[in-house]
């Protein structure tokens, strides 16, 4: 049947009505909070290029996880600003360096309640800031390989819950399982950075991280926006090397991707609501152009809408706030 019979804003007249037909919901579980941990104490270095948002030293970072699990999220993400580079970022893989050290201070203070998430990759440990060990002026796939997995298995032996590789090398998600599985550590998940666009929107994080690189760019090993088949062949790949979740990154001007990938596999699959995304979005609503909550919940039904089971954002307290005051 058609007009006037049928009228599809019959279910539209009030909010809870809205709510009863509603098909996609952004909830707390859905969330993984992005954190930086630095050198230092009482340290809560300001971030400019992303508002309410800081470098943090490991005791800060353990204060603010206090809320963060006051609030139900269930995961964060750990990225390390080292007190020193080098060459191959051996600070990745320092017991002592600031992930390792928040790793082990967020396990002893939460334990099971809070998921410990660490980004594997080299640039943030580099002084030349590409994402592993340059040969001939490029970035040598192999060589970096045995690196990555000793990043990993270091956060591991530091208490780490998960691991997640986003460095886009050729073959890191079955080298590290491999490693992580003869160090005794064959029950920790690897989150792959599957699908990780070299994109625009990462100019935020790289002042956040300072992992901007100092020459060249990533588009030798990040993929190249065009592509979308080549997306899907990067998360077959990942899923016979042993790959446990999916990522697609950034999110929200890949939302094509996610729902490709969700039609092709059954994995559970991730998006990162880059810092770009997240900066466009505070930038805008500080001029009065939009109103941030609605726009900031409307990024994230989307990209959950599109197929992801969980988002990392930097929304994530500001969106569990807001869940926890609509009861």
């Not at 009030?14 to 340290?43: N, Q, S």
């Not at 590789?165 to 920790?188: K, Q, Y």
């Amino acid at each position: 049947m058609g007009f006037p019979e049928s009228r599809m804003r019959r279910m539209r007249r009030t909010e809870a009505m809205r709510r009863m037909v509603r098909e996609t919901k952004v909830t707390v579980d859905d969330l993984i909070l992005p954190l930086f941990a630095t050198f230092g104490k009482g340290v809560r270095n300001p971030i400019s290029s992303m508002p309410g948002h800081f470098q943090l030293s490991v005791d800060e970072l353990v204060k603010d996880c206090r809320e963060v699990v006051d609030l139900g999220i269930p995961a964060v993400i750990l990225f390390g600003i080292p007190e020193k580079k080098d060459e191959l970022g051996t600070a990745a893989f320092d017991r002592n360096a600031p992930v390792q050290r928040a790793v082990a201070a967020l396990k002893k203070e939460y334990g099971d309640d809070l998921v410990v998430i660490t980004d594997v990759c080299m640039c943030e440990y580099t002084d030349h800031g590409h994402c592993g060990v340059i040969e001939n002026g490029e970035v040598d796939n192999d060589a970096t390989l045995e690196l990555l997995a000793r990043e990993a298995v270091s956060h591991c032996k530091a208490g780490a819950d998960m691991v997640a590789p986003s460095d886009m090398m050729d073959g890191r998600v079955g080298f590290i399982r491999e490693e992580l599985d003869e160090a005794g550590f064959e029950n920790v998940p690897i989150m792959a950075y599957s699908a990780k666009y070299c994109s625009a929107y990462y100019g935020p994080f790289r002042d956040a991280a300072e992992s901007a690189p100092k020459f060249g760019d990533r588009r030798s090993y990040q993929m190249d926006p065009p592509n979308a088949n080549e997306a899907l062949m990067e998360m077959a790949l990942d899923v016979e090397e042993g790959a446990d979740i999916l990522m697609v990154k950034p999110a929200g001007p890949y939302l094509d991707i996610l729902a490709m990938a969700r039609e092709e596999f059954d994995l559970p699959l991730a998006a990162y609501q880059v810092s770009g995304e997240f900066s466009m979005i505070e930038a805008t609503a500080e001029k009065g152009w939009i109103d941030r909550e609605r726009v900031m919940m409307e990024s994230l039904i989307g990209i959950k809408r599109a197929g992801a089971d969980m988002i990392l954002t930097y929304f994530s307290k500001d969106v569990a706030r807001l869940l926890k005051q609509a009861g």
